[in-house]
Nanobody, 118 residues
Framework: QVRLMESGGGSVQAGGSLRLSCVAK?????MGWFRRAPGKEREEVAT???????RYTDSVKGRFTISRANAKNTLYLQMSSLKPEDTAMYYC???????????????WGQGTQVTVSS
């Protein structure tokens, strides 16, 4: 059963923007975006608690914004000033019970590809 569904990926040139969305069929306390680039390990990009507390990995601070619409059970990732090194498969994840500082992401989407060309 698919509980998280991402959309919004695509191909853009460096400096461009994309907005990712993730529709959740569950209510979650902590939600986050992760990415995996070819040949690299999965990386946490950003997380957000149900009360709006956010956290970002250093490489995206000031360029990416995570947000959520709790009434819609939807998570967003606004990505600006994209760089070729942002190229990756982006995944939405959720922990229904824990705050983000102790989250165990048990639910994952299938991913959406983001490709940034130079």
């Amino acid at each position: 059963q698919v509980r998280l569904m991402e959309s919004g990926g695509g191909s853009v040139q460096a400096g461009g923007s994309l907005r990712l969305s993730c529709v959740a069929k569950i209510s979650a306390n902590c939600m986050g975006w992760f990415r995996r680039a070819p040949g690299k390990e999965r990386e946490e990009v950003a997380t957000i608690d149900s009360d709006g507390i956010t956290r970002y990995t250093d490489s995206v601070k000031g360029r990416f914004t995570i947000s959520r619409a709790n009434a819609k059970n939807t998570l967003y990732l606004q990505m600006s000033s994209l760089k070729p090194e942002d190229t990756a498969m982006y995944y939405c994840a959720a922990d229904p019970w824990r705050d983000c500082n102790q989250a165990d992401f048990v639910y994952w989407g299938q991913g959406t590809q983001v490709t940034v060309s130079s």
